[in-house]
């Protein structure tokens, strides 16, 4: 039996030390000479603040990571990182503890109020409250400023070469009627941003999808192009991305709901964010399309069994269908698997999540005799193995393709392809606990074909795709990802491999003053111009 070692407590490390200036590191290889620009990473980075300690992975105060790269001449690479000096890190810091709740960690009353304030407060509704502006999963550009994201409507602007928060907190509420919104937006080739959050409607819980216009009115031009109901009255889905083509957007309404009046009686429940999510493992998923050109919501409804996930890794249109990959689990338990005592235990699962694709037949009709026994598919995309038929009048039940039996989180794609027929995908093939578990794949759509990146004793991030200037092949440029050591938690490497090959082109070594502490999103922005991502 493979022996178990300590490759998931590197998830769970706290900064000590901020890296406020850039540091040079260790070349070996060679910087292709055409990077030049900065890979910027958000994610969880302060686990214990004061007397609080967190519970979940989703909890981690924000850290900002920048490795700035230059491939000119012998090439230079240099790390940095900060704090982001959210309200809420602020707030926690002054009180020696959490003060706003978190996904997985209750903030409990000032243990310094009265005992019947103390009281009062478990009756004070969570609508009063502010809701946390920790924006630790992702950084994406609107206009030509960054912004770090979460999964509240609070984004803070960050300055893309110093890391240091800018200005106060941004309310995408205050601009939009939304109360909620994904960290993980689309961008068009034109710089207009696309988003989805949630608001409160007459007849229940409504679905939105926000648009960010190009340039430097991105906030204020922002606006709702289209909304469409939950299929529950008083709750909505669960979901953390959703899917863009070139005329449609992708929306999965999971059995993973938010249950409402939990969520607002969370002071009451003394209990966090998280108490409040149910798994309903006999209802199906719903796969939702809205026109882009009119915002109007698909007639039919594809069914599928149920399922959750985090990432859309891609959805394009080919066929007469619509083909929708996405990093698949089976449930919601991956949720306990990212608590931190399942991490420091050894016990997280992960290996349960599978690039897995489905197929959505768009413009077929429904058998004219309304006979829908015979099930027959009504996909006709060249080797595909997914099935879809007609269930009722509106409905077509949608089988789905494991596209590969490893593991894959975390889906990167070259983003030109993004919401357009692609061929390569890449991510992290982990985490089982075992030795040698972390691995970055490739994997070649059409072929099958894998290919595979890992180093013993290291953990590697989420990868990063950026193009030669000027290529025309999809995999023509290299793969970018950060690496910390399992071992010297102030050892970390930046990894560049050619896409093609999978082969190194260069890796870059830093020993930090402070602690590095690993991330979950990224984008690379090109020296003079920004290139988007999510």
């Not at 969370?266 to 798994?279: A, F, P, T």
């Not at 595909?384 to 889906?411: A, D, G, H, M, V």
């Amino acid at each position: 039996m493979t022996e178990k070692i300590e490759d998931l407590t590197s998830w769970v490390r706290t900064l000590d030390v901020e890296t406020e200036s850039p540091i040079e590191g260790l070349i070996v290889g060679k910087i292709p000479e055409w990077l030049e620009g900065s890979l910027i990473r958000n994610g969880s980075g302060i686990f214990e603040i004061g007397e609080t300690k967190m519970n979940h992975l989703f909890d981690g105060l924000s850290v900002i990571h920048r490795f700035a790269i230059n491939g000119y001449g012998q090439g230079k690479a240099t790390y940095q990182n900060r704090i982001l000096q959210s309200d809420t890190y602020k707030e926690a810091k002054a009180a020696n503890r959490l003060t706003m709740h978190q996904f997985g960690t209750f903030a409990f009353p000032d243990p310094c109020q009265s005992l019947w304030g103390r009281f009062m407060a478990r009756f004070e509704p969570v609508t009063k409250r502010e809701k946390t502006d920790n924006c630790c999963v992702s950084v994406c550009y609107l206009g030509d400023k960054l912004y770090a994201f979460t999964e509240t409507p609070q984004i803070r602007q960050v300055d893309a070469e110093t890391l240091e928060t800018v200005g106060e907190k941004c309310n995408i509420s205050k601009l939009v009627a939304v109360n909620h919104s994904t960290a993980h937006p689309h961008v068009l080739d034109d710089g207009t941003v696309y988003n989805m959050g949630n608001s409160i409607g007459s007849n229940g819980p409504i679905y939105n999808i926000i648009e960010f216009p190009a340039g430097a009115g991105a906030l204020e031009g922002a606006k709702i192009v289209a909304s469409f109901p939950s299929r529950w009255k008083m709750s909505h889905s669960y979901y953390h991305s959703f899917g863009i083509t070139e005329n449609y957007f992708v929306f999965v309404e999971f059995p993973l709901i938010l249950n409402t009046a939990k969520l607002l009686a969370m002071n009451l429940r003394q209990k966090s964010v998280d108490s409040s999510l149910e798994w309903f493992p006999n209802e199906k998923c719903r796969i939702l399309l809205v026109e882009r050109k009119t915002g109007e919501l698909v007639e039919t409804v594809y069914e599928a069994p149920p399922f959750f996930c985090f990432h859309h890794g891609n959805c394009y249109e080919k066929n007469g269908c619509i083909i929708m990959d996405i990093s698949h689990c089976k449930d919601a338990t991956i949720f306990a698997g990212l608590s931190l005592k399942s991490l420091r235990e050894n016990r997280g699962d992960f290996t349960n999540t599978y690039y897995t694709r489905f197929v959505l037949p768009l413009a077929v009709e429904p058998p004219t005799d309304n006979d829908f026994q015979d099930c027959k598919n009504l996909v006709e995309v060249e080797e595909s193995k997914c099935k879809s038929y007609w269930q009722s009048n509106k409905t077509i039940f949608c089988e789905p393709e494991r596209l590969l039996e490893q593991s894959l989180e975390l889906p990167r794609i070259n983003y030109s392809r993004n919401g357009k027929e692609y061929r390569y995908v890449y991510g992290i093939s982990q985490l089982d606990g075992y030795a040698e578990s972390e691995k970055i794949l490739r994997l070649d759509l059409n072929t099958r074909e894998v290919k595979q990146w890992a180093k013993a004793g290291f953990s590697p991030s989420e990868p990063v795709y950026v193009s030669r200037p000027e290529s025309i092949e999809e995999d023509d440029g290299v793969v970018l990802f950060s690496a910390v050591d399992q071992v010297n938690p102030k050892k970390v490497l930046l990894i560049i491999l050619n896409a093609a090959t999978f082969k190194e082109e260069a890796v870059v070594e830093y020993v930090a003053p402070g602690i590095i502490t690993k991330d979950f999103h990224g984008i690379f922005s090109r020296t003079g111009d920004i290139v988007h991502g999510y």
